[in-house]
């Protein structure tokens, strides 16, 4: 395969049932360039042409591009606080098929062995077809491919036991960014920035289409910047992490109860339908989390915000607290037109899109 190969791959992934014309406008070839590239990616069983629906207007009717029937796929797969979930993603995004199951915080091993199984049908059932797997984790991946997740008391991990191939793997919150920059709320913007809530709170920032990771892959932890009360210790080691200020530990505390075994199903519930009781305490963590988010927009200089997680309840149901915090919080400058917070399109599936677009990116690479 060439470049320009490999360039059209991208196109007809970026985007789904882009017509032929287009694609080759996109790239900057002539249609018969085009055709010869479509018709080389065709061979190799890597891209398909269909019909496109007709414009109304006169000439030839195109075609649009599409997956080959049997081309290569990917594996995505997300581990969350109590849940797995595995899927089968074609070029362009669309999902085949999808396993998981409940685990309810279980030790490693519990949670890998059946992971790994699902992992190993899909790969039987598709006939080899997929080529690579992209992870989504809930805490934070070395570029050695080793997670270490405080909220479940996984440390210093494995992840390579899960795929013996072509494998990347990220945290839950950053691959989540990626994805709202790719294909979601954020596409579009300079610098976005992503903040997920669940069983504390993680994130990323966008530059101009590039995920800013650190040196070590641990870019992103804002959970862990002391924006909370520092006399609460945090799982992570740290005390006063912002994490601990917005999650369902925060309001577990707010309320005088014990932290329940599953936060953010406890927190959903009480953010979304408060009782009396309930209503000042999710007040309480939607200031905190407009506090924090203005300190970051200060210091990134972010022009667009995207919640996910439990922070798209606490948008909805607390709106004014959360705004009225963040722009107190904002330089004065910032105020007349300050960044607009707004919900992750893709919801709850963002880290699990997130880790299929990684799959996907790394994989093109060897298409080519």
């Known amino acids: 395969m060439t470049t320009r190969s490999t360039e059209l791959l991208r196109v007809a992934h970026a985007h789904p049932g882009v017509t032929r014309a287009d694609a080759a406008r996109m790239l900057g070839v002539g249609t018969g360039a085009a055709t010869e590239i479509v018709a080389r990616l065709t061979e190799a069983e890597l891209l398909a042409e269909a019909p496109a629906a ?12 599409v997956p080959h029937p049997d081309g290569p796929l990917v594996l995505a797969a997300e581990i969350t606080q109590e849940v797995w979930r595995v899927q089968v993603v074609e070029l362009g995004g669309n999902v085949l098929a999808t396993a998981g199951e409940e685990h309810d915080g279980a030790a490693w091993a519990e949670v890998a062995a059946p992971l790994t199984a699902a992992i190993g049908d899909f790969r039987d059932r598709y006939a080899g077809r997929p080529r690579a797997l992209g992870l989504s984790a809930p805490g934070t991946v070395s570029p050695g491919l080793r997670l270490d997740a405080a909220n479940l008391k996984w440390r210093d991990v494995d992840l390579r036991t899960l795929w013996p191939g072509l494998f990347v793997a990220g945290n839950d919150a950053t691959l989540a960014a990626s994805a709202e920059s790719r294909r979601g709320a954020a ?15 993680g994130g990323a920032v966008v530059d101009h289409g590039q995920v800013l990771v650190g040196a070590t892959g641990a870019a992103g932890e804002f959970g862990h910047m002391p924006f909370g009360d520092p ?13 601990t200020a917005v999650d369902g530990s925060a309001l577990a505390r707010l309320l005088g109860r014990p932290t329940p075994r599953d936060q953010v199903t406890f927190a959903r519930r009480a953010i979304t339908s408060p009782t009396a ?24 200089d972010a022009d667009l915000v995207t919640l996910g997680g439990l922070g798209v309840d606490l948008l909805r149901s607390a709106p004014d607290d959360l705004r009225d915090a963040y722009l107190a919080g904002l330089m004065a400058y910032r105020r007349d037109d300050p960044p607009p917070i707004v919900p992750a399109a893709l919801g709850d599936d963002g880290p699990i899109a997130g880790a299929a677009e990684e799959a996907w990116s790394a994989l093109l690479v060897t298409l080519g």
Request: hydrophobic share 40%.
């Open 54 to 65: 007709r414009s109304g207007g006169r000439g030839r009717p195109t075609t649009m591009l």
């Open 187 to 201: 596409t579009g913007a300079a610098v976005a920035l992503h903040l997920r809530i669940e069983a504390g709170l």
């Open 231 to 243: 006399a609460v210790a945090c799982p992570c080691g740290a005390h006063g992490c912002w994490g």
């Open 277 to 300: 009781e309930e209503r000042p305490a999710v007040s309480a963590i939607a200031r905190n989390l407009g506090r924090g988010i203005a300190g970051l927009v200060n210091g990134v």
